[in-house]
């Protein structure tokens, strides 16, 4: 993600620190806990992200505490974690990344091989820019999950018999972002493809209205092909026309 990679590298640079890692925190209920990194930065210079478990590493003390600093020694404060002892981290910071409703989503951690140059610098800067990853990282979940529930909605949408419409209503009354379930390609036998379900909405009832009106017409002297479902498609058609406002009484048959 190139927003926490510009974090993370503007943290190294700014606090004089070896490395800094934002990171969330993955795993289900009867699952160990595990920390995920979304960008990691050495020296400047982003590197490959890791994942590893939460249990006994400064990261659980971060999420405990609220906030975790050891200016020096950490590596014998945690002497079982591996990736404190491949880099030789002798300095630790990290802040929890809260989201609005208080739960914690992730970390941001600074790690040097030395003492901590300024504890005073790197603590403002960990409670600045903490602020700022959480509210870049709960924007992304939530993006998430609305594309997943639009794609079950559709999925449900797509499976339904008979059409489903909705619009847009702009302030000056115009409609846009007009969308037709696939229902319609079988109500009046066209093949639009899916992609061109989502139209403006006068190009598309240009296109549809001719031919929502023979379909209509057809279905009241139950002259429709769908034989067995004249009625439905009748009302079905009848409520669609009513809602976008088409004018069918012009349309020849």
Known sequence: DTFFESVVRH???????DYAFVATL??????????????????????????????????????????????????QEF?????????????????????????????LVMMHTEPLPNQSLILHLLQVFAIRC????????????LRESKDRLRTVIENLPGVVYSYVRNPDGTRSDAYFSPGLDKLIG????????WMESENYLAICTPLI?????????????????????????????????CDLSAVPV
Request: glycine fraction near 10%.
């Open 134 to 145: 959480a509210g870049e990282l709960e924007r992304q979940r939530y993006e998430k999950e």
């Open 11 to 17: 943290l190294t640079i700014a606090a004089g620190v």
């Open 26 to 75: 993955v795993g289900s209920s009867g699952s160990e806990e595990r920390v995920r990194t979304l960008a990691t930065c050495r020296c400047g210079e982003c590197i490959d992200n890791m994942e590893y478990d939460l249990a006994g590493t400064p990261c659980e003390r971060v999420i405990r505490d609220q906030l975790y600093i050891q200016e020096c020694g950490v590596v």
């Open 190 to 197: 066209t093949e639009s493809g899916h992609d061109k379900y």
């Open 79 to 107: 002497p079982t974690v591996s990736l404190l002892i491949e880099i030789g981290a002798d300095g630790f910071a990290g802040i929890p990344l809260i989201d609005s409703s208080g739960m914690t989503m992730g970390v």
């Open 213 to 245: 009106a023979v379909v209509l017409r057809r279905c009241a002297r139950r002259e429709c092909p769908f034989s067995g479902r004249s009625v439905l498609i009748f009302e079905c058609v009848r409520t669609m026309v009513h809602i976008i406002g």
